[in-house]
T-cell receptor
């Protein structure tokens, strides 16, 4: 099946620094990628939808200047958490949609656990 | 607006018991997808099933079965003869078939199978 990777898997940073998370589709081209955030013992909440070569579409309540998304190629999307604060500590999960696949399925990455001190 | 409700926050059963996880959804779309995912302690989401709203046939895969009832907007998931390895958080989700196909997740049900 299709594989989506995320890097890093875990990151600890100091408050005020920026952190970049990469999401890659390894064996298919993803015209659309999604970024989710999951706080402890809660559900996944969609943050934004990114389409290759265009600006991301953010969900209501998500600050686009704080969570920068770049989808520069058909296999890579990045999420940068700028000026991170402890309340940004969360599990960030990306998914990529295989637009060329038989079923147009979404495949999830393994997630990135961000801890802001 | 789309909404998925998993009323059972936590379920705990003894190994080999059957267990059913409930999922009720709301959508204005006439066609849509329904999903179930498993999230073990590692955090990675494991895809279990996708069901097209056109197809109301129930599905069985090994010890797993799904009951889709469009009339009651429910998509319940049953594990037969549960095992300790089934312990995880299970999410039901919904997406449109057209457009961006954003997933809307339920709150999740934490299932614990005790030996």
């Amino acid at each position: 099946g299709a594989v989506v990777s995320q890097h890093p898997s875990r990151v600890i940073c100091k408050s005020g620094t920026s952190v970049k998370i990469e999401c890659r589709s390894l064996d298919f081209q993803a015209t659309t990628m999604f970024w989710y955030r999951q706080f402890p013992k809660q559900s996944l909440m969609l943050m934004a939808t990114s389409n290759e070569g265009s600006k991301a579409t953010y969900e209501q309540g998500v600050e686009k200047d704080k969570f920068l998304i770049n989808h520069a190629s058909l296999t890579l999307s990045t999420l940068t958490v700028t000026s991170a604060h402890p309340e940004d500590s969360s599990f960030y999960i990306c998914s990529a949609r295989d637009g060329g696949g038989k079923y147009n399925e979404q495949f999830f990455g393994p997630g990135t656990r961000l801890t802001v001190l | 607006a789309q909404k998925v409700t998993q009323a059972q926050t936590e379920i705990s059963v003894v190994e080999k018991e059957d267990v059913t996880l409930d999922c009720v959804y709301e959508t204005r779309d006439t066609t849509y997808y329904l999903f179930w995912y498993k999230q073990p302690p590692s955090g990675e989401l494991v895809f279990l099933i996708r069901r097209n709203s056109f197809d109301e046939q129930n599905e069985i895969s090994g010890r797993y079965s799904w009951n889709f009832q469009k009339s009651t907007s429910s998509f319940n998931f049953t594990i037969t003869a549960s095992q300790v390895v089934d312990s995880a958080v299970y999410f039901c989700a919904l997406s449109a078939i057209q457009g961006a196909q954003k997933l809307v997740f339920g709150q999740g049900t934490r299932l614990t199978i005790n030996p």
